[in-house]
């Protein structure tokens, strides 16, 4: 199976810009989970979604936002933009999100950087 | 928040020896799992061990829990320079559906 894959790789954004990133779950997976690491906060967790519902939702602000679609592929949108927001963006699949056994399979992630 | 803390931050050792790392968390977990990640890429699943138990193994990795304590150890046995990474422990959150991360070990591996 092809794993999760994550578009675009690298992104330049400048200070009140908007951006969407995409995500495609490994096939069969229904989850749809987004992460945002940085150097002083380390990873945290953004959103998760399930059969294009939000389930789960970290603490951030709510110019983070994402949906997903039928074909559980899942996007989520920053708008304005701020320094603070360049990170590596990592979005993870998984069959169902939930249980004892459930692992979570990270896509390369997006690295945003914003000027 | 976080909720686990590993320890050492970094840790560098020669090939050929073991490395241990020790994660700390908060709160009761279902499962508590092992990630690596080379130099800013995605993270690769190692090993989930339950809250049920005790030790896993995994090839050269080795996982322990001690609930009683919160906290888990990786070892990896002989190591290579291709494990040189950054490792992170997560645990579930109460709704089962995020994974809470540690800060990571910094693990680098001289041949």
């Known amino acids: 199976k092809a794993g999760v894959t994550q578009t675009p790789r690298y992104l330049i954004k400048t200070r009140g810009q908007q951006v969407t990133l995409s995500c495609s779950p490994i096939?069969?997976?229904?989850?749809v989970s987004w992460y945002q690491q940085t150097p002083g906060q380390g990873l945290q967790f953004l959103f998760e979604y399930f059969s294009e519902t939000q389930r789960n939702k970290g603490n951030f602000p709510g110019r983070f936002s994402g949906r997903q679609f039928s074909n559980s592929r899942s996007e989520m949108n920053v708008s304005t933009l701020e320094l603070g927001d360049s990170a590596l963006y990592l979005c993870?699949?998984?069959?169902?999100?939930?249980?004892?056994?459930?692992?979570?399979?990270f896509g390369p992630g997006t690295r945003l950087l914003v000027l | 928040s976080q909720q686990g803390e590993e320890d050492p931050q970094a840790l560098s050792i020669q090939e050929g020896e073991n490395a241990t790392m020790n994660c700390s968390y908060k709160?009761?977990?279902?499962?508590l799992q092992w990630y690596r990640q080379n130099s800013g890429r995605g993270l690769v699943h190692l090993i989930l061990i339950r809250s049920n138990e005790r030790e896993k193994h995994s090839g050269r990795l080795r996982v322990t829990l001690d609930t009683s304590k919160k906290s888990s150890s990786l070892l990896i046995t002989a190591s290579r320079a291709a494990d040189t990474a950054s490792y992170f422990c997560?645990?579930?959150?109460?709704?089962?559906?995020?994974?809470?991360f540690g800060k990571g070990t910094t693990l680098s591996v001289s041949s």
């Open positions: 096939s069969g997976h229904r989850s």
């Open positions: 993870a699949s998984s069959v169902a999100g939930t249980g004892d056994e459930e692992t979570q399979y």
């Open positions: 997560a645990t579930d959150d109460q709704a089962g559906t995020a994974l809470i």
């Open positions: 709160t009761s977990i279902n499962n």
